[in-house]
């Protein structure tokens, strides 16, 4: 794991996990950058419109963790 990144533990049905790891094998990916890139697709598509207070709230917490 990189300096500033934090992991997450996502549960799957052995199938899919294998399809998908399959799938990463073949593309010549790694799992957890496929994985954190459609978490930020879904992210953009899903954002909440938070008020200025709770983006900043994020916005220092993430910035703490990373240094």
């Known amino acids: 794991m990189a300096q500033g990144e934090a992991s997450i533990r996502v ?3 052995p199938e899919t996990k294998d399809r998908f790891k399959t799938a990463c ?6 799992m957890s950058d496929v994985t954190a890139e459609l978490i930020e697709d879904w992210l953009a598509k899903n954002d909440l419109d938070l008020p ?3 983006k900043n709230v994020h916005s220092s917490k ?3 963790s990373e240094g």
């Open 11 to 13: 549960y799957l049905s």
């Open 62 to 64: 993430s910035k703490k």
């Open 52 to 54: 200025t207070s709770q």
């Open 25 to 30: 094998f073949f593309k010549g990916l790694n």
